[in-house]
């Protein structure tokens, strides 16, 4: 799958950073999986974070820390810690269980697979949501959507930035075509009213920046599975 | 100053030799760029030295992960700093997963834009950077090391918040399209 629609220079940069709070880093890196495009952009965005490291004014550190870290790889040579795996690869404590109904047998990112998935539930007509809950942050918000085709949902603006990843199916709305792949980036500043596409309903993840603030569309959408 | 390749070629010899000496010259080298970052982005001395610490014992133990045809050392090494300073802040983890740890069947074709090569990458990264202007530079280190928001960064260089957003939005503009060789 191409995506069409691709992070913004600033959320990569912010990726990048480590500065992108958990929910639309785990949005992005679901749009990140399947686009080599913006994975090459991170990867040039990473390698600023390395270019700034080398130029950064260094900072002495204290007498004995480098003593100190000697003395630790010592240890770690007489004493191997359970061999460091990749996270991937390591078995996952908090392994959720897949919604009772993903429909058209898809298959869940990789990035989702560590997280807890809710069931689906019904939240208005023809528009269910299931929570996502992520293992090393359970405060981050993040709602998997399915909405029926030629759902409208009502226009909206966004009181951060709206980071929305279509897994199936597809919407439009005026900035254009969301196909499987495809990543929305709403501006806080940006109203727009997305209506599912006609040939099937459509499933997306979806994480607002900024997090309580519960007014508008989607926040009244991820209501009831905030932990307030 | 160590060139890249040295840098990478220390790595390299942790990871085959268990290299101790290679380590030696890689801790002087990178444990004081790692806590300026550190401190940088917020986090108080003693914690910056022990994330720092960290960092480096990460070094030594992921050595043989290190892949330069992916990431150049430093790279490498700040992804690494990064990703102990989210969980420091018990952020999420998802942020670790970037290239390199993409799942292969995930992963189509690479296009022409990806198959630059990683040295080449970082080689013109660092160019693209020293031909930003010393305005778009500093909005850039800002906001790439710290936490700051962008209406902080502006109140501290006493310019309007539009100003320090268009600025990071022309200096990112600018960085892509040098990447891009549409210099
Ligand atoms: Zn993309
Ligand atoms: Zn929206």
Redesign the interface.
Known sequence: MTSRHHATDETLMRLAAGQLPAGPALVVATHLATCPVCRARLAAFEAVGGALLEEIEPEAMPPGAFAAAMHAIDEEERAPAAPSLPARSRPSAGRGRAPSTLPGGIVLPAPLKECEIGPWRWIGIGVRASAVTLPHDPSARVTLLRVGPNRKLPEHGHFGTEFTQVLVGSFSDEFGRYMPGDLSEMDQDVEHQPIVDPDGECICLAALEGGMRLTGFFGRLIQPFVRL | MPSADELNGLILRIARD?D?QA??RL??H????????L??SGLAPNV??EL??ET???I???AS?FDPA??????????I???L???HF??????????????EE??????G??M?L?SE??AR??TA?TALSDEQATV??L???S?KAHSEIASELGIPLGTVKSR??LA??R??AL?EGET
């Open positions: 268990r101790r380590y030696g801790y002087r990178f444990a004081p760029r790692v806590t300026a970052f401190r940088k910056a030295e720092t610490q480096m014992l990460s030594w133990r992921k992960y992916r990431a150049g050392a430093s790279t490498w090494i700040f992804t700093a990064r990703n300073r989210i969980d018990r952020r999420s983890r998802v942020v670790e997963v970037t290239e390199s740890e993409m799942p995930s992963d189509p074709a690479p296009s834009e990806s630059l990683t990458r970082e990264v660092r950077m850039l280190r906001s790439f090391f936490e990071v939005r990112l503009g960085l892509r990447l």
